[in-house]
Structure formats: C-alpha cells, structure tokens
Nanobody, 116 residues
Framework: QVQLVESGGGLVQAGGSLRLSCTAS????????LGWYRQAPGKQRELVAA???????NYADSVKGRFTISRNNAKNTVYLQMNSLKPEDTAVYYC??????????WGQGTQVTVSS
C-alpha cells in the first residue's frame, strides 16, 4: 500500500509564492512518474505538472514559467514551487504517483487559495 501526504497549501495574495510537498511512503515499486493535479470548484481535475523517472517535465500551459516541479528520489518526495500566483490558481492540489505497471495513487489534496 502506498500513501501520499501533501503539505504546503494555504492562503496567499496574488503575486505570491507557495511550495507544495508530497512524500510517498509504503511499499513502492518502481516509480514511473510523479505529478500534481488540481481541481477548482465546478471544474474537472487537470494536470498541473509532472516529472518522469528520467526527470523529464511537463507543464500545463497556464502555469509554464511560473511553476516548477522537482523531486528528491532519496526522500520519495516531489515538490511544486508556485510563483506569481493568480486567483485562477485557486484549487485543491493533488499529488499523483504512477508506478511502472500503470497503477497510480493519489494524495488527499491540499487547498491553495489565491486572493486578489
């Protein structure tokens, strides 16, 4: 069983920064990719950023140049540095871990609120 624990969400003014962290624990087979998704009220969950086993990264167009995803393999932790935050970034952010078999796991979510 894999558990993902997120931290770092909160309330911030527009233009501010937050750093999200997600640490995986439990029996973890080979990780294929780690990612961050978000879901705003009334909207579908969307990919924000992902980082593969080979450290390739992928970002949603709406966050390119503002958000940076990184990982610490030794700590089984993935980070999302969010700069120049906008009110439209307000959402619940979820950590995702995909193992090589294609099975993925989700964290419980952390709220990010950006005030204008």
């Amino acid at each position: 069983q894999v558990q993902l624990v997120e931290s770092g969400g909160g309330l911030v003014q527009a233009g501010g920064s937050l750093r999200l962290s997600c640490t995986a624990s439990g029996t973890i087979f080979s990780i294929n990719a780690l990612g961050w998704y978000r879901q705003a009220p009334g909207k579908q969950r969307e990919l924000v950023a992902a980082i593969t086993r080979g450290s390739s990264t992928n970002y949603a167009d709406s966050v390119k140049g503002r958000f940076t995803i990184s990982r610490n393999n030794a700590k089984n932790t993935v980070y999302l540095q969010m700069n120049s935050l906008k009110p439209e970034d307000t959402a619940v952010y979820y950590c995702n871990l995909e193992i090589i078999t294609g099975v993925d796991y989700w964290g419980q979510g952390t709220q990010v609120t950006v005030s204008s």
